[in-house]
């Protein structure tokens, strides 16, 4: 098996030499890499062509004139990239031993499978960068295992060969980025492909390094979540009161609202049985005697980010939710109209 690697780069000499001395160190399956330097400064164009020349044929640098943003950039390296598995991955991560080898053996595990993310910094599981090593051994427990995912993550998104085959390349309407991962995921997911997370590797990302150079940062966003929900439509929160927990239908029911990119957050009894495994989706669980308390006041403390809909299924639960809309603002739903409401 063979990993095309590439690397979009712009200026951060000594961030991109972290980043690239942990990839010569740490990745023991084959690879090969494809550097981007989108007209980066003297230094750090300098230390790309060094570290090229150093390497041989295993590397392949592109030199832009004059900085094209991030998804033309990306995209050269897409074009370039022949391999059956090509990564994208940011220089401002540093991988840890056996990250790729891991996520190529999940990517074999099932043929629908078509973007993988590592476990990470960005998803969730923040390790100080002295520590990474350590934990990626504590990791590796969970090989061969995934969660589905609504959407990758663009740090470091490992890709099929069949996924660009079939959809394209990234939209770059999305000019220097922010969405255009959760596009690319949407397309893919379209294709019939799965987006997951191998829960055995693990990357470290130093988040947000790029974009603080950048002083239209939010403009940026709300111009790019302005194309994507025009195209795909916005994300809603869906909050579920289950006490007993969910039946194998109600499951496959949010499963697949969660795969549509939406969250969905579940409430029920401590000693409820079952979980559904999706990044998408979060469990609460709370004392059978004070559950229906905290459910109302979860709810209705909810400020930032408010729910979109409430599927009840305790009727009284259901009145006083619906007397209090004037607070919380999301559309309460029973049970059996959960389907309807959600399409």
């Known amino acids: 098996m063979s990993c095309d690697i590439i690397i979009v780069v712009w200026n951060q000499a000594k961030i ?3 980043c690239l001395e942990s990839v010569v160190n740490k990745t023991e399956a084959g690879c090969h890499l494809i550097l981007i330097d989108n007209a980066s400064n003297d230094e750090t164009s300098k230390y790309l062509e060094d570290f090229t020349n150093a390497a041989g044929d295993k590397v392949v640098l592109l030199k832009n004139k004059t900085n094209l943003g991030f998804l033309k950039a990306a995209n050269q390296g897409l074009t370039k990239s022949t391999a059956k598995f090509t990564c994208l991955l940011n220089n ?15 990517a074999e595990s099932n043929p629908r499978l078509g973007i993988l993310n590592p476990s990470s910094t960005t998803l ?5 960068l002295k520590d990474i090593d350590k934990y990626a051994g504590e990791v590796k427990k969970y090989q061969g295992e995934y969660v589905e995912m609504a959407q990758a993550s663009g740090f470091c998104m490992f890709i099929k060969r069949e996924v660009i085959d079939k959809i394209g390349l990234l939209d770059e309407r999305y000019g220097q980025g922010y969405f255009e991962d959760t596009d690319y995921s949407r397309r893919a997911k379209d294709a019939g492909f799965i ?3 191998a829960c055995g590797s693990y990357v470290y990302h130093q988040e947000n390094v790029s974009f603080l ?6 403009d940026l966003f709300n111009r790019n979540r302005k194309i994507f929900e025009e195209r795909w439509g916005r994300p809603k929160r869906v909050f579920v009161e289950s006490k007993e927990g969910l039946n194998k239908r109600e499951n496959e029911l949010f499963l ?3 795969n549509k990119a939406n969250w969905v957050i579940i409430a029920r009894n401590k000693h409820a049985a079952g979980e559904l495994r999706h ?10 005697w004070m559950f229906y308390v905290l459910v109302f006041f979860k709810i209705l403390k909810r400020v930032k980010k408010k729910y979109d809909i409430l599927i009840i299924r305790s009727r009284r639960l259901k009145n006083v939710l619906e007397f209090f809309k004037f607070i919380h603002k999301a559309k309460v739903v029973a049970f059996r109209q959960a389907e309807e409401a959600l399409k």
């Open 213 to 218: 150079r950048l002083k239209k940062r939010n």
């Open 92 to 106: 401002d991560t540093v991988v840890t031993r056996g990250w790729l080898r891991e996520l190529m053996s999940v």
């Open 256 to 258: 697949i609202v969660a």
């Open 279 to 288: 990044s998408n989706i979060k469990f609460l669980s709370y004392p059978a």
């Open 195 to 197: 987006i997951a997370k």
């Open 124 to 128: 969730g599981q923040k390790v100080p």
């Open 16 to 18: 991109t030499r972290r």
